[in-house]
């Protein structure tokens, strides 16, 4: 495919939550998630993937070729058929791999995040599978959080009344009710604070295979840095983008050929660029007491620390 990428990214990402849950856990009744040995908060790779998802189809209309494949409600055998009868037609009997190629393409040319993060659609009249280009890791708490588990009270109830057919029935009801019984009470699980970093990585080989752009790239870094502000709810408190440091190869050699093959691979390890205390160094100011804001925090750059053939950039 036509005008992918062409260097290798690698990224660090710093969000917080300020009095909200930023990912339920639905094993611990949904409850933050944290790791139960040190405590620290962690959010899912795939709660930020639906971020960027909810991101890209509020602000580019659902529409090809940035229509969203994974939506809420749907079936995803839906648009993999629709891809095939887009490529020739469905044929149960004959599923060469021609067609389940031609369908995957369709599929990678007209969806964002099958572009983006890879799909897999080899369920129903089968697409294959895509490994995305882009991949993030569980983002994790620089601190310790504490879940907590605060009781509220709804000023009402939603009580299904025996053999009421008609809304006098129920208003019937309610005045023969005490009012301590038409309230009840219910919880909220939340933490305090917390400053959450995760990690993310561009594959400019991968996105030679789906046709991930510049546009595409230059969108997700959008969804990065704005997707919390279209995802409020009370659940989720106060979360907030605060920084975003990405990490493009660009090769060094004087030869353009082999300084493009170290652009796609890289010049420098993962871990060498993301690692914290590196070359982005993230302090708490005073140690002696709990953070709450980001402001209790210091962010510390050694760009002296950057390796060759690596450009640092820093958003917002």
């Known amino acids: 495919m036509n005008n992918a990428i062409s260097n290798r990214y690698d990224f660090l990402y710093l969000f917080d939550c300020e ?13 933050p998630r944290i790791d139960p040995e040190d405590m620290h908060g962690l959010v899912s790779d795939v709660a930020l993937k639906r971020r960027v998802r909810n991101y890209v189809q509020a602000a580019m209309g659902n529409e090809p070729p940035y229509a969203i494949f994974v939506q809420q409600a749907t079936n995803l055998n839906t648009r993999i058929m629709e891809a095939h009868e887009k490529t020739g037609g469905y044929d149960e009997k004959n599923r060469t791999r021609q067609k389940v190629d031609s369908a995957r393409q369709w599929m990678c040319q007209n969806f964002y995040d099958v572009r983006t993060f890879g799909a897999v659609m080899s369920t129903g009249a089968n697409a294959g599978q895509v ?62 604070y917390g400053l959450y970093v995760a990690k993310g990585f561009v594959n400019a080989h991968l996105a030679q295979q789906t046709g991930f752009s510049e546009d595409d790239l230059n969108l997700l870094w959008d969804a990065l840095l704005h997707m919390f502000d279209h995802d409020r709810s009370a659940s989720k408190g106060m979360m907030s983008v605060r920084k975003l440091f990405i990490f493009k190869h660009v090769g060094t050699d004087t030869d353009p050929k082999q300084r493009e093959r170290q652009a796609k691979l890289g010049c420098a390890p993962a871990w060498q660029l993301l690692d914290l205390g590196r070359i982005v160094e993230v302090r708490l100011k005073d140690e002696s007491r709990p953070p709450r804001r980001f402001e209790d925090y210091e962010i510390i750059v050694h760009s002296e620390r950057i390796p060759a053939g690596v450009e640092l950039i820093e958003k917002p």
């Not at 009580?159 to 309610?174: P, T």
């Open 19 to 31: 009095n909200g849950n930023p990912n339920g856990d639905p094993d611990a009744g949904n409850a």
């Open 131 to 192: 490994r995305g280009p882009v991949q993030f890791t569980f983002a994790r708490s620089l601190h310790p959080v504490l879940p907590l588990d605060i009781s509220i009270t709804r000023m009402a109830v939603a009580e299904e009344v025996k053999g009421a057919k008609s809304s006098e029935d129920y208003r019937r009801w309610e005045a023969e009710q005490d009012e301590d019984k038409l309230r009840t009470m219910g919880r909220k699980q939340l933490i305090p």
